[in-house]
């Protein structure tokens, strides 16, 4: 296979933009969840954490049941209708928008991302309902005044909105710079909405070793945080029983699942105080 063709690639020619010389987080993800959508050094450093720290394959697989239990919980159980999705990574089996519109029919999803291949398949991630809505941004998390400019021309903020920032905030160097891009997107958004969030977390030294090998093959580096930062991430917000925890304790009666129980990586739902 030649290295600068995607193993099953969707898109024939590879747009400018695709830099298929490093491994991209979106790609890598993509390859550790067993999708086709990845290069020859995606899958070279995806094949040695297989091999030697299989525990964030863990964290790729339970994150998407996460993701899926979390979205039915805000639809079914809070009446949320609307999910600003930002780092959403290249489509897979259960994208944001079918988790919740499955569970209601009439959701809108805005999907945001900055990597150029997602945007190549952004189509796959705009297959909405009749009575509902998906919209795909080209954006980077660090700018939330324009994704919260192009986001309002799909979702009302008058109303709750679920913001959903999973495995992204770890891009961002510094912790408290993320914190306050999280504040900053949460800002306008009505109370009673929601933050969904997780990152992966320090707890093993295999997790801390994965993410230096990762990051030493010249990907856009991800910093693994404590569970007290990811905790800490909800500041202000009332968090959803049973607060931040390991993935597969979060609502684990939600839904069948039979993989690993331990995983590095911590997240939660946090309500935004109604006044
Ligand atoms: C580890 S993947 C997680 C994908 C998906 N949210 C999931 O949980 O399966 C991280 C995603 O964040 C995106 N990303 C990284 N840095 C970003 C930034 N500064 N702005 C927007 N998206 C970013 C990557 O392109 C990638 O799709």
Redesign the pocket.
């Known amino acids: 296979m030649a290295d600068n063709q995607p193993a099953d690639s969707g898109t024939s020619r590879v747009p400018d933009r695709i830099d298929t010389s490093v491994p ?3 790609r890598f ?1 993509n390859y550790l ?1 067993g999708g086709k959508d990845n290069y020859e050094p995606d899958r070279q450093v995806g094949e040695y954490i297989k091999e030697h720290m299989p525990g964030l394959v863990d964290v ?1 697989r339970t ?2 049941h996460f ?1 899926a239990r979390a979205i039915r919980h805000l639809v079914l159980e809070e009446g949320i209708r609307q999910f600003l ?6 489509p ?1 089996a259960d994208n944001t928008h079918q988790v919740a519109q499955r569970a209601a029919a009439d959701c809108r999803i805005v999907y ?4 150029p291949l ?1 945007l190549a398949h952004a189509r796959a991630l705009l297959t909405s309902t009749p009575e509902g809505a998906t919209a795909y941004i080209d ?4 700018d939330p005044d324009a994704i919260l400019d192009a986001a309002a021309a799909t979702l009302d903020f008058d109303k709750p909105v679920a913001l959903v920032l ?3 905030m770890g ?2 160097e510094d912790f408290e710079v993320a914190k306050s891009l999280i504040r900053r997107l949460l800002a306008p958004l009505a109370p009673g909405s929601f933050l969904v969030h997780y990152d992966g977390t320090n707890t093993t030294e295999q997790m801390v070793a994965a993410e230096e090998e990762y990051t030493a093959s010249g990907a ?1 580096p ?1 910093y693994v945080r404590s569970p007290e930062q990811i905790e800490a991430a909800f500041e202000g917000l009332e968090l959803v029983e049973p607060g931040v925890v390991r993935l597969p304790d979060w609502r684990p009666e939600f839904e069948a699942f039979n993989g690993p129980a331990h995983v590095d990586a911590f997240g939660g739902v946090g309500r935004k105080p109604l006044p």
């Open positions: 991209h987080s979106a993800w969840l790729a994150s998407r993701l999705d930002i780092g959403t990574g290249l897979t945001v991302d900055n990597d997602v954006a980077d998390v660090r999973m495995g992204i891009h961002i856009v991800y």
